[in-house]
């Protein structure tokens, strides 16, 4: 079993920074990736950045240049840097890990989730 245990989120004003984490933990072989979605109210849940394990990474464009991802792959942990918030970036925000508990069972798991608020 593969566990992510997210923290950070909570109410920032726009204009304003918050920073969220994901640690992965339990029975990993190996990470193929990490990375954040996130789901606004009456939308469906969409990509925000992830790390992919020797292929750099991916950011949806509406976070381009104010949202930065960054992961540690010896401690197999995911940050999200969110600077210069808006309010459409209100959300529930999940965290993905996707990779094997051995070299034939892969997993694909995600966080329970941690809401994000912006503020006019």
């Known amino acids: 079993q593969v566990q992510l245990v997210e923290s950070g989120g909570g109410l920032a004003q726009a204009g304003g920074s918050l920073r969220l984490s994901c640690a992965a933990s339990?029975?990993?072989?190996?990470?193929?990736?990490m990375g954040w979605y996130r789901q606004g109210p009456g939308k469906q849940r969409e990509l925000v950045a992830e790390s992919i394990t020797g292929g750099g990474t991916r950011t949806a464009d509406s976070v381009k240049g104010r949202f930065t991802i960054s992961r540690d792959h010896a401690r197999n942990t995911v940050a999200l840097q969110m600077n210069s918030l808006k309010p459409e970036d209100t959300a529930v925000y999940y965290c993905?890990?996707?990779?094997?508990?051995?070299?034939?069972?892969?997993?694909?798991?995600w966080g329970a989730g941690t809401q994000v608020a912006v503020s006019t």
């Open positions: 339990g029975s990993i072989f190996s990470i193929d990736a």
């Open positions: 993905n890990a996707r990779g094997g508990i051995s070299t034939i069972t892969s997993f694909n798991v």
